[in-house]
């Protein structure tokens, strides 16, 4: 597949240049499978893929973006060319660093010779996990897993191939008694066969167990515990668009003119690291082929990096750091169907942490997230949200006392770092609305103000 992939995008440059067009060549290729789950059953599972070409021009001080397939090639570069013509001029470029050197993608084996029938027997095993309890059915859920590999090579003689494996599993379940219905879930997602689908149901499970006897909580300023999936939901639609070098530059964001000032507590580093061994955004290189790189966004909770791609980074004096992703707006994922813009790739809270055990016992009064409902409402200027609790627990003097029925939580995240505690508990988790992801512990938050439900 490496060769098949770099002699494409060698042959898309070729042709700009026997058209005297400067261009880039973003050639992907997926391989996914799905099983569903639902009412207790496997009904469902599907094999697809895709495979194109999406092809990035400059003309001049404008750029144009179309994709096509091999058979298209030459239409594909007028088609781009055919859009430069009509956009907004800008300081483009192609990047041109090629030092690939310690940086691999996540590839598994184990991952990659998956068949439809092995997704059936692990989908079976989330079945499985889940139903030790009569009272409760897997209501949905299901897994995926596949490869992704790319190809970049431009004008300025960038070439790169990189590939990887994908696995993920999850599972909701609903627990009936007494005329009384509630619901559980859990989810694990990685770049390796590195966890158990029966957990996945078994947690579910537990969970749902876990909230009978919802009870409403008082209207209040107290302490809230987000654990990493609800933490996430909110870092990636208020913290996360800010640490946006070209935000940043048009005044798009919080973090204006706070380079160099507190932007999260004392102890905490904030870092988008694009070769963490676990990271599901883990490659050689970005989209536009610049090598991958750790990026330090907050050092001990000081503002000290922003991330760009090649054209922010033009437009702002800076360089690159690598975080071009062709990414669609509220998707997971890319695909060489739209332009590359600046992404997180792997958003990392590191610092001093504890236990979540010790973390609540020392909250006197407050609340414990698991899940949240409503994150992509968020200013992703100012960073302001408000949110439901999908799923959570009240704290009474360091314990857990009882779930919670309802309730909202609303506040500026970009202020609530600056007073954010971390646990230990670190789990890879994803953006339901960008390719960004994330691997983060328990979060505790002062002085958060809570709605009963």
């Known amino acids: 597949m490496k060769e098949e992939l770099l002699r494409v995008a060698a042959r898309v440059v070729d042709t700009a240049a026997s058209m005297d067009i400067c261009c880039e060549a973003f050639v992907q290729k997926k391989r996914h499978t799905s099983i569903i789950i639902e009412s207790g059953k496997v009904t469902f599972g599907s094999m697809d893929g895709d495979y194109g070409i999406g092809i990035r ?117 609903v627990l009936k008694e007494d005329g009384v219905m509630v619901n559980g879930d859990d989810s694990q997602v990685s770049r390796s066969r590195d966890f158990s689908f029966e957990e996945i149901g078994r947690k579910a499970t537990e969970k749902a167990i876990g909230q009978l006897g919802q009870q409403g909580i008082e209207t209040a300023t107290m302490d809230v515990i987000l654990r990493p999936d609800a933490a996430f939901d909110i870092l990636s639609n208020t913290v996360l668009p800010s640490l946006n070098g070209d935000a940043v530059r048009k005044g798009d964001s919080v973090y204006v003119d706070k380079m160099g000032k507190p932007v999260a507590a004392g102890g905490i580093t904030i870092v988008d690291d694009a070769r963490h061994p676990k990271g599901l955004n883990t490659f050689a290189t970005d989209e536009e082929g610049y090598p991958s790189r750790r990026t330090v966004l907050a050092d001990n909770g000081v503002l000290t990096g922003l991330l760009y791609d090649t054209y922010a980074a033009i437009e702002a004096g800076a360089k690159p750091t690598g975080n071009a992703m062709h990414g669609d707006r509220m998707e997971t994922g890319t695909t060489y169907k739209v332009s590359p813009s600046t992404c997180a790739r792997n958003f990392i809270l590191e610092g001093e942490t504890m236990p979540e055990e010790e973390m609540i016992r020392g909250v006197r009064n407050g609340i414990l997230v698991d899940n949240v409902l409503g994150a992509h409402t968020a200013n992703k200027i100012s960073g302001d949200f408000s949110v439901a609790i999908y799923a959570g627990h009240a704290i009474r003097d360091g314990e857990i006392a009882f779930p919670l029925k309802g309730g909202m939580i609303g506040g500026n995240m970009p202020a609530m770092l600056l007073q954010a505690a971390l646990a230990d508990d670190y789990r890879l988790v994803e953006s339901g609305f960008s390719p960004a992801s994330g691997y983060i512990p328990s979060i505790k938050f002062s002085g958060v103000r809570v709605s009963g439900g």
């Open 57 to 173: 021009v400059i003309n001049g001080r404008n750029t144009g973006y179309a994709y096509c397939d091999e058979r298209s090639i030459e239409f594909g570069l007028k088609q781009a060319l055919s859009v430069a013509r009509l956009s907004a001029p800008g300081c483009y470029g192609f990047q041109d660093d090629r030092n690939y050197a310690g940086t691999r993608s996540i590839y598994d084996n184990r991952v990659a010779t998956l068949v439809t029938e092995d997704g059936i027997d692990l989908a079976r095993d989330i079945i499985e996990g889940a139903c030790y309890d009569p009272r409760v059915t897997p209501s949905r859920g299901g897994l995926s897993f596949g490869t992704l590999a790319y190809a970049v090579a431009n004008s300025n003689g960038v070439s790169v191939y990189d590939e990887g494996t994908f696995l993920s599993g999850s599972v909701m379940t």
